[in-house]
């Protein structure tokens, strides 16, 4: 069983648990290969829309050790990470010839061709009706060169589009539309659609932190209030490390600070971005925030 809900979280979610379940039984244009009645793993989610749902996510989930990145951030593979429960997966993306490569600040201390990582993606989807998936790109390449890829892998079919003011549909509204892959972009965003401008639809914490004793609430890049709220958390001294990961990604720290930032902005954090997500409790952690069991 899961602790009791702080505050906040009954202030912000407290319409939806109050209501119940919704009815995600296949009505409503849902795609028929969805049977499972669950919404990213938990039928209280089907009813929350897609930016009152609380996300794990890995940070610069490209470079792990097992793809051989030195310095890495992660240990697993994207693969992996989402067959765990990962479901923000953060890629920095360039060109250094003719191939867009997912890489970290330099190519040749590791790298992984984009088309892979999108050809996981869309083998995810396709085999999981019930999920819905965020990408954020640190991007250093034309978004005509993403698209490229999107179209090579045939994820275009999963792709959502959404216009800024509007509000966000449910998940179990995405689920039955099929558009259940949304992509944001810190560069050339806008054309095509899907290729969302993440600060205007977001806004994080800051992402550099030394300490643990650092980290704080401060908003960072974005406009506090916008739509989506990213709690940066992990620690770089001078690169990650599984030693600051065993520190910070710990139930008792990473819960405190979560919900200290929740009560600062009046919102909980939609995505919890960190690094070597397999190390403490991070997938427990944003069980709790969304107010799920366990699986």
């Not at 401008?197 to 974005?222: K, L, S």
Request: net charge negative; glycine share 8%; hydrophobic share 40%.
């Amino acid at each position: 069983m899961i602790r009791p809900l702080p505050s906040v979280v009954f202030l912000i979610f407290g319409a939806f648990l109050a209501g119940g379940g919704v009815a995600c039984d296949g009505g409503g244009g849902v795609s028929p290969a969805w049977k499972s009645g669950k919404c990213n793993g938990h039928a209280a989610l089907c009813d929350r829309p897609y930016n009152q749902v609380v996300y794990a996510g890995t940070h610069n989930s490209m470079a792990s050790e097992a793809r051989s990145f030195m310095a890495p951030n992660q240990f697993e593979t994207v693969e992996t990470q989402l067959a765990a429960g990962v479901r923000l997966i953060n890629l920095d993306l360039y060109k250094p010839d003719d191939e867009v490569l997912s890489c970290h600040s330099s190519c040749e201390i590791g790298h992984t061709p984009l088309v892979d990582i999108f050809s996981v993606l869309e083998e995810f989807l396709r085999i999981n009706p019930g999920e819905v998936v965020t990408v954020i790109f640190e991007s250093y390449v034309k978004a005509e060169d993403v698209a490229a890829v999107v179209w090579e892998t045939k994820l275009n079919q999963y792709l959502y589009s959404h216009s800024p003011g509007e509000p966000w549909p449910t998940l179990v509204q995405m689920l039955g539309s099929g558009r259940r892959l949304v992509l944001f972009t810190d560069e050339d965003a806008g054309s095509p659609s899907w290729y969302h401008d993440i600060w205007q639809f977001a806004w994080e914490t800051p992402f550099h932190y030394v300490d643990a004793e650092e980290m704080d609430c401060e908003g960072n890049r974005g406009v506090v209030g916008n739509d989506l709220f990213i709690l940066n958390h992990f620690l770089t001294n001078p690169w990650a490390s599984p030693t600051y990961a065993e520190e910070v990604n710990q139930r008792e720290f990473l819960e405190a600070r979560a919900v200290e930032c929740s009560e600062a902005f009046q919102k909980l954090p939609n995505f919890v971005l960190v690094d070597f997500y397999s190390i403490g409790n991070v997938l427990e952690v944003v069980n709790f925030l969304n107010g799920v069991e366990d699986p």
